[in-house]
Antibody, heavy 120, light 107 residues
């Protein structure tokens, strides 16, 4: 079955850019009508949707992060990626990649998450 | 942004209890609402989508209802595996937002 796996650095310095990659196995990110998402969760707190990219490359960003976020995909590798710039301590969180069934559709599949700490 | 507010924040219950969690939106979202269950150290798991549709494999003791701005998640007979944190999420418009969560703990 389809699985998602995040990868990236666990520790980044303030002001730097975070780069995370999600590898999709058992399926293709360019098949179906899926939207591929990044969602984060601050320790002990709720969930924050960051951005998604569709199977056609359409992107949408959370306005609260839009100026610092870029989402992209590499269909040849069945991967999609997140870049978050100008990091502060407040960006430290668990970052999940996840699949939604489409626009106006729920998130039905999540990666296990990768914990990112922002510290000098 | 549409704000989602869950109540209560914490709920203490016993096995076999009927449990109800409420989620309110500060703007109408139709029936574009999902519920997720999250256990410590794990990613959320989709339980219900489009307010009342049960995700495949989810036990029938879970149900959802509502429309517009007020929604509920009900667990008819709480099981040991159900002690977790539950989140609502709207996907009516961007940005998608989540409730702050309701932790269901053992009484």
């Amino acid at each position: 079955q389809v699985q998602l796996q995040e990868s990236g650095p666990g520790l980044v310095k303030p002001s730097q850019t975070l780069s995370l990659t999600c590898t999709v196995s058992g399926g293709s990110i360019s098949s179906g009508d899926y939207y591929w998402n990044w969602i984060r969760q601050h320790p002990g707190r709720g969930l924050e949707w960051i951005a998604h990219i569709s199977y056609t490359g359409y992107t949408y960003y959370n306005p609260s992060l839009k100026s610092r976020v870029t989402i992209s995909s590499d269909t040849s590798k069945d991967q999609f990626s997140l870049k978050l710039s100008s990091l502060t301590v407040a960006d430290g969180a668990m970052y999940y990649c996840a699949r939604a069934r489409g626009d106006n559709k729920p998130v039905d599949l999540w990666g296990q998450g990768t914990l990112v700490t922002v510290s000098s | 942004d549409i704000q989602m507010t869950q109540s209560p924040s914490t709920l203490s219950a016993s096995v076999g209890d009927r449990v109800t969690i409420t989620c309110r939106a500060n703007w109408g979202i139709g029936n574009w609402l999902a519920w997720y269950q999250q256990k410590p150290g794990k990613a959320p798991k989709l339980l219900i989508y489009k307010t009342s549709s049960l995700e495949s494999g989810v036990p029938s003791r879970f149900s959802g209802s509502g429309y517009g701005t007020e929604f509920t998640l009900t667990i008819t007979s709480l099981q040991p595996d159900d002690f977790a944190t539950y989140y609502c999420q709207h996907y009516n418009s961007y940005p998608w937002t989540f409730g702050q969560g309701t932790k269901v703990e053992i009484k």
